[in-house]
Protein backbone atom coordinates (compact mmCIF):
# COMPACT_ATOMS: atom_id res chain seq x y z
CA UNK A 1 0.00 0.00 0.00
CA UNK A 2 1.44 3.40 -0.74
CA UNK A 3 1.71 5.59 2.11
CA UNK A 4 -0.20 9.00 1.29
CA UNK A 5 0.98 12.17 1.52
CA UNK A 6 1.46 14.28 4.99
CA UNK A 7 -0.94 17.62 5.20
CA UNK A 8 -0.37 19.87 7.82
CA UNK A 9 -1.21 23.99 7.46
CA UNK A 10 -2.11 24.31 3.97
CA UNK A 11 1.26 22.36 3.23
CA UNK A 12 0.76 18.57 1.65
CA UNK A 13 4.26 16.55 1.78
CA UNK A 14 4.68 13.96 -0.19
CA UNK A 15 5.56 10.39 0.54
CA UNK A 16 9.69 9.95 0.79
CA UNK A 17 9.87 13.53 0.99
CA UNK A 18 11.58 16.12 3.64
CA UNK A 19 10.00 19.66 4.07
CA UNK A 20 10.41 22.56 6.05
CA UNK A 21 6.99 24.17 6.65
CA UNK A 22 5.48 27.25 8.46
CA UNK A 23 2.25 27.59 10.82
CA UNK A 24 1.50 30.93 11.49
CA UNK A 25 0.51 31.39 15.03
CA UNK A 26 -0.13 35.59 15.59
CA UNK A 27 1.25 38.83 15.04
CA UNK A 28 3.25 40.50 17.82
CA UNK A 29 3.34 44.35 19.58
CA UNK A 30 6.04 45.08 17.40
CA UNK A 31 4.21 43.74 13.97
CA UNK A 32 5.85 40.99 13.21
CA UNK A 33 4.05 37.43 12.22
CA UNK A 34 4.70 34.54 14.91
CA UNK A 35 5.06 31.12 13.27
CA UNK A 36 6.35 28.11 13.67
CA UNK A 37 8.71 26.18 11.80
CA UNK A 38 8.12 22.21 11.52
CA UNK A 39 10.59 19.66 10.01
CA UNK A 40 8.35 17.16 8.15
CA UNK A 41 10.07 14.04 7.01
CA UNK A 42 7.36 11.71 5.93
CA UNK A 43 8.58 8.08 5.44
CA UNK A 44 7.79 5.70 1.84
CA UNK A 45 6.20 3.48 3.95
CA UNK A 46 3.33 4.27 6.24
CA UNK A 47 4.25 3.65 10.15
CA UNK A 48 3.46 6.21 13.23
CA UNK A 49 4.05 9.66 13.92
CA UNK A 50 6.61 10.42 16.49
CA UNK A 51 7.38 14.78 17.30
CA UNK A 52 9.89 15.91 18.45
CA UNK A 53 9.74 19.38 20.28
CA UNK A 54 12.83 21.35 21.47
CA UNK A 55 13.59 24.92 23.39
CA UNK A 56 9.85 25.38 24.65
CA UNK A 57 11.98 27.07 27.54
CA UNK A 58 14.04 29.60 25.24
CA UNK A 59 17.24 29.34 27.31
CA UNK A 60 17.39 25.44 26.69
CA UNK A 61 18.31 25.91 22.99
CA UNK A 62 21.15 22.58 23.20
CA UNK A 63 18.85 20.52 21.73
CA UNK A 64 18.68 22.51 18.68
CA UNK A 65 22.11 20.72 18.01
CA UNK A 66 21.10 17.25 17.65
CA UNK A 67 17.42 17.68 16.38
CA UNK A 68 19.42 19.81 13.25
CA UNK A 69 21.68 16.97 12.39
CA UNK A 70 19.16 14.46 12.82
CA UNK A 71 16.73 16.00 10.42
CA UNK A 72 19.54 16.33 7.80
CA UNK A 73 20.71 12.83 8.57
CA UNK A 74 17.76 10.91 8.30
CA UNK A 75 16.29 9.66 5.00
CA UNK A 76 12.77 9.48 4.40
CA UNK A 77 13.08 7.01 1.36
CA UNK A 78 14.24 4.18 4.44
CA UNK A 79 11.77 5.65 6.78
CA UNK A 80 8.18 3.83 8.09
CA UNK A 81 6.00 6.98 9.07
CA UNK A 82 6.72 10.22 9.73
CA UNK A 83 9.22 12.61 12.00
CA UNK A 84 7.60 15.75 12.99
CA UNK A 85 10.37 18.24 14.08
CA UNK A 86 10.37 21.59 15.58
CA UNK A 87 13.61 22.63 16.48
CA UNK A 88 12.11 25.75 18.66
CA UNK A 89 8.81 25.33 20.00
CA UNK A 90 9.15 29.19 21.97
CA UNK A 91 10.54 31.52 19.17
CA UNK A 92 10.14 34.46 21.20
CA UNK A 93 11.99 33.08 24.26
CA UNK A 94 14.98 31.81 22.36
CA UNK A 95 14.66 35.41 20.83
CA UNK A 96 15.41 36.61 24.29
CA UNK A 97 17.48 33.81 25.63
CA UNK A 98 15.07 33.52 28.17
CA UNK A 99 13.32 30.20 29.51
CA UNK A 100 10.23 31.91 29.68
CA UNK A 101 8.15 34.46 27.40
CA UNK A 102 8.62 37.92 27.51
CA UNK A 103 5.43 39.05 28.46
CA UNK A 104 3.41 40.75 31.00
CA UNK A 105 0.12 37.55 30.73
CA UNK A 106 -0.91 34.84 32.52
CA UNK A 107 1.14 32.29 30.75
CA UNK A 108 4.48 33.20 30.71
CA UNK A 109 5.97 29.09 30.93
CA UNK A 110 4.93 27.32 27.65
CA UNK A 111 5.42 24.13 29.35
CA UNK A 112 2.48 24.61 31.81
CA UNK A 113 -0.54 26.24 29.21
CA UNK A 114 -0.96 22.95 26.83
CA UNK A 115 -3.51 22.58 24.82
CA UNK A 116 -3.54 26.87 24.98
CA UNK A 117 -6.44 27.73 25.92
CA UNK A 118 -5.86 31.43 26.27
CA UNK A 119 -5.08 34.34 23.90
CA UNK A 120 -1.47 34.47 25.23
CA UNK A 121 1.32 33.95 22.54
CA UNK A 122 2.54 31.03 24.75
CA UNK A 123 -1.22 29.62 24.66
CA UNK A 124 -1.29 30.31 20.98
CA UNK A 125 2.11 28.46 20.38
CA UNK A 126 0.80 25.81 22.27
CA UNK A 127 -2.22 25.82 20.67
CA UNK A 128 -0.80 24.99 17.15
CA UNK A 129 1.94 22.56 18.46
CA UNK A 130 -1.34 20.92 20.17
CA UNK A 131 -3.54 20.68 16.99
CA UNK A 132 -1.23 19.81 14.33
CA UNK A 133 2.12 18.16 16.37
CA UNK A 134 0.81 16.33 19.10
CA UNK A 135 -3.21 15.66 17.88
CA UNK A 136 -1.61 13.28 14.87
CA UNK A 137 1.26 12.16 17.08
CA UNK A 138 1.66 7.81 18.28
CA UNK A 139 5.20 9.13 20.61
CA UNK A 140 6.01 12.60 21.55
CA UNK A 141 9.78 13.39 23.03
CA UNK A 142 10.10 17.07 24.44
CA UNK A 143 13.98 17.71 24.85
CA UNK A 144 14.62 19.98 27.90
CA UNK A 145 18.42 20.49 27.45
CA UNK A 146 20.25 22.17 29.92
CA UNK A 147 20.24 26.03 29.75
CA UNK A 148 24.05 27.18 29.37
CA UNK A 149 26.47 26.31 32.12
CA UNK A 150 24.04 23.00 33.38
CA UNK A 151 23.84 19.55 32.16
CA UNK A 152 21.47 16.83 32.62
CA UNK A 153 21.39 13.09 31.99
CA UNK A 154 17.34 11.71 32.48
CA UNK A 155 14.19 10.92 30.45
CA UNK A 156 11.12 12.13 32.49
CA UNK A 157 7.89 9.67 31.76
CA UNK A 158 4.72 9.97 33.41
CA UNK A 159 3.70 7.25 35.73
CA UNK A 160 0.17 8.93 36.02
CA UNK A 161 -0.69 8.66 32.47
CA UNK A 162 -2.99 6.24 30.94
CA UNK A 163 -1.52 3.72 31.96
CA UNK A 164 -0.45 1.51 28.96
CA UNK A 165 0.86 4.92 27.68
CA UNK A 166 3.17 5.08 30.92
CA UNK A 167 4.33 1.70 29.91
CA UNK A 168 4.82 1.91 26.70
CA UNK A 169 6.95 4.99 26.94
CA UNK A 170 9.41 3.17 29.84
CA UNK A 171 10.16 0.49 27.06
CA UNK A 172 10.93 3.92 25.10
CA UNK A 173 13.01 5.52 27.53
CA UNK A 174 14.69 2.10 28.39
CA UNK A 175 15.54 2.02 24.72
CA UNK A 176 16.46 5.07 24.54
CA UNK A 177 19.85 3.98 26.48
CA UNK A 178 19.20 6.64 29.45
CA UNK A 179 21.36 5.39 32.59
CA UNK A 180 19.09 7.50 34.37
CA UNK A 181 14.79 7.24 34.08
CA UNK A 182 12.41 9.07 36.38
CA UNK A 183 9.05 7.41 36.42
CA UNK A 184 6.89 9.82 38.59
CA UNK A 185 3.61 11.87 39.34
CA UNK A 186 3.96 14.04 36.10
CA UNK A 187 0.22 15.08 35.13
CA UNK A 188 -0.71 14.85 39.17
CA UNK A 189 2.42 16.30 40.29
CA UNK A 190 5.67 18.07 38.34
CA UNK A 191 5.42 19.72 35.79
CA UNK A 192 1.78 19.16 35.34
CA UNK A 193 -1.13 18.15 33.53
CA UNK A 194 -0.58 21.49 31.35
CA UNK A 195 2.91 20.61 30.73
CA UNK A 196 3.56 18.62 27.15
CA UNK A 197 4.50 15.23 28.56
CA UNK A 198 1.37 15.68 31.25
CA UNK A 199 -1.25 16.13 28.11
CA UNK A 200 -0.08 14.34 25.46
CA UNK A 201 0.35 11.52 28.32
CA UNK A 202 -2.14 11.94 30.48
CA UNK A 203 -5.70 13.95 28.03
CA UNK A 204 -3.76 12.16 24.44
CA UNK A 205 -2.77 9.03 26.08
CA UNK A 206 0.36 8.59 23.51
CA UNK A 207 3.76 7.38 24.90
CA UNK A 208 5.68 10.79 26.24
CA UNK A 209 9.14 11.13 27.65
CA UNK A 210 11.24 14.42 28.57
CA UNK A 211 14.64 13.42 27.16
CA UNK A 212 17.29 15.93 28.73
CA UNK A 213 21.02 14.69 27.47
CA UNK A 214 23.54 17.23 28.43
CA UNK A 215 24.38 21.27 28.39
CA UNK A 216 26.21 23.95 26.61
CA UNK A 217 29.34 25.76 28.03
CA UNK A 218 30.81 22.43 29.25
CA UNK A 219 33.40 22.32 25.76
CA UNK A 220 33.32 20.55 22.45
CA UNK A 221 33.93 17.02 23.43
CA UNK A 222 31.46 16.58 25.78
CA UNK A 223 29.04 18.55 24.16
CA UNK A 224 29.64 16.10 20.85
CA UNK A 225 28.92 13.29 23.17
CA UNK A 226 25.46 14.28 24.38
CA UNK A 227 24.60 15.66 21.14
CA UNK A 228 25.38 12.33 19.17
CA UNK A 229 24.02 10.52 22.67
CA UNK A 230 20.67 12.68 21.65
CA UNK A 231 20.71 11.41 18.33
CA UNK A 232 21.67 7.66 18.98
CA UNK A 233 18.45 7.80 21.67
CA UNK A 234 16.01 9.40 19.30
CA UNK A 235 17.08 6.58 16.48
CA UNK A 236 16.68 3.49 18.99
CA UNK A 237 13.23 4.78 19.97
CA UNK A 238 12.44 5.30 16.29
CA UNK A 239 13.47 1.54 16.16
CA UNK A 240 11.24 0.44 18.63
CA UNK A 241 8.84 1.96 17.47
CA UNK A 242 9.35 0.06 13.82
CA UNK A 243 10.25 3.16 12.10
CA UNK A 244 13.57 2.38 11.26
CA UNK A 245 15.91 -0.65 10.98
CA UNK A 246 19.64 -1.05 11.67
CA UNK A 247 22.05 -1.76 14.16
CA UNK A 248 21.52 0.20 17.42
CA UNK A 249 23.96 1.49 19.55
CA UNK A 250 24.42 -0.82 22.66
CA UNK A 251 22.73 0.24 26.07
CA UNK A 252 24.14 0.32 29.36
CA UNK A 253 24.03 -2.69 30.96
CA UNK A 254 22.19 -1.27 34.50
CA UNK A 255 19.44 1.32 33.57
CA UNK A 256 17.94 3.28 37.09
CA UNK A 257 14.71 3.66 37.22
CA UNK A 258 13.76 6.19 39.74
CA UNK A 259 11.02 7.83 41.91
CA UNK A 260 12.16 10.47 43.92
CA UNK A 261 14.66 13.09 42.55
CA UNK A 262 16.21 15.69 45.33
CA UNK A 263 17.64 19.21 43.25
CA UNK A 264 20.38 20.70 45.03
CA UNK A 265 20.60 23.89 43.97
CA UNK A 266 22.01 27.01 46.36
CA UNK A 267 19.62 29.00 48.40
CA UNK A 268 21.86 31.99 48.25
CA UNK A 269 23.39 33.54 44.82
CA UNK A 270 26.95 34.13 44.10
CA UNK A 271 29.65 32.04 42.52
CA UNK A 272 29.51 28.18 41.88
CA UNK A 273 32.31 26.66 42.13
CA UNK A 274 31.44 22.93 40.78
CA UNK A 275 33.16 19.69 42.57
CA UNK A 276 31.55 17.57 39.69
CA UNK A 277 32.02 18.61 36.18
CA UNK A 278 29.97 17.38 33.46
CA UNK A 279 31.71 14.32 32.32
CA UNK A 280 30.86 12.90 36.20
CA UNK A 281 27.10 12.90 35.10
CA UNK A 282 25.33 9.56 36.00
CA UNK A 283 28.02 8.61 38.93
CA UNK A 284 27.07 7.28 42.06
CA UNK A 285 27.19 9.73 44.91
CA UNK A 286 27.04 8.99 48.55
CA UNK A 287 25.04 11.04 50.64
CA UNK A 288 26.52 13.78 52.73
CA UNK A 289 28.95 14.10 48.96
CA UNK A 290 30.31 17.98 48.90
CA UNK A 291 29.72 18.48 45.52
CA UNK A 292 30.01 22.00 45.34
CA UNK A 293 30.49 25.83 46.87
CA UNK A 294 28.80 29.17 46.60
CA UNK A 295 31.21 31.94 46.93
CA UNK A 296 30.70 35.42 47.49
CA UNK A 297 31.88 37.36 44.08
CA UNK A 298 32.09 40.63 46.77
CA UNK A 299 33.94 39.24 49.63
CA UNK A 300 35.41 35.80 48.48
CA UNK A 301 33.83 33.73 51.25
CA UNK A 302 32.37 30.14 50.51
CA UNK A 303 27.99 31.36 51.65
CA UNK A 304 26.85 27.65 51.02
CA UNK A 305 28.10 24.48 51.14
CA UNK A 306 25.82 21.94 48.43
CA UNK A 307 25.91 18.62 49.67
CA UNK A 308 23.92 15.29 48.38
CA UNK A 309 20.88 14.67 50.65
CA UNK A 310 20.73 10.99 50.19
CA UNK A 311 22.66 8.10 48.05
CA UNK A 312 22.11 8.49 44.13
CA UNK A 313 23.30 9.12 40.37
CA UNK A 314 23.96 12.48 39.69
CA UNK A 315 21.80 13.74 36.93
CA UNK A 316 22.44 17.30 36.45
CA UNK A 317 25.30 19.24 37.13
CA UNK A 318 26.53 22.75 36.68
CA UNK A 319 30.14 24.60 35.84
CA UNK A 320 31.63 27.03 37.58
CA UNK A 321 29.55 29.67 37.06
CA UNK A 322 27.40 32.88 38.64
CA UNK A 323 24.25 31.30 40.23
CA UNK A 324 20.66 33.08 41.72
CA UNK A 325 19.04 31.54 44.42
CA UNK A 326 17.51 28.43 43.16
CA UNK A 327 19.49 28.22 40.00
CA UNK A 328 20.74 24.81 38.41
CA UNK A 329 23.71 23.38 40.04
CA UNK A 330 22.79 19.70 41.25
CA UNK A 331 20.45 17.03 40.91
CA UNK A 332 20.69 13.79 42.73
CA UNK A 333 18.57 10.51 41.32
CA UNK A 334 17.41 8.62 45.11
CA UNK A 335 18.37 5.22 44.50
CA UNK A 336 16.59 4.35 47.36
CA UNK A 337 13.25 5.19 47.85
CA UNK A 338 11.16 3.30 45.00
CA UNK A 339 14.43 3.08 42.88
CA UNK A 340 14.80 -0.17 40.80
CA UNK A 341 17.34 -1.10 38.21
CA UNK A 342 16.86 -2.71 34.95
CA UNK A 343 19.73 -5.40 33.81
CA UNK A 344 20.35 -5.68 30.32
ZN1 LIG B 1 12.78 23.01 30.03
Redesign the pocket.
Same mark, same amino acid.
Given at each position: MAEPSFTIGATDVAPGARQVVTLPVTTGLNGAALNLTVHVVHGARPGPTLALLST? !?G $? #?WFSILPLRRLVQEEDPAGLAGTLLVVPVANPPALGRLL?NAPDRTDSPDM?RVFPGPLAATNDQLAAVVTKEILARSSCLI?L !??G?WGAAFRDILIPDDAEPIAADHAERLALAFGSPIIRRAPVVKGFPGPRSSIGYAGGVLGIPAM $?V #?VGGAGFGAALEEGWIQATIDGIRAVMAELGMVRGPMPERPTRQLVYRKSHRVNPRVGGLLRSRFGGERLGEAIAAGTLLGEVLSPYTNEVIEELRAPADGLLFYTARDYPVEPGGWAFGIADTQEGARWVEA
Open positions: L !H $G #ERND !HQP $G #E
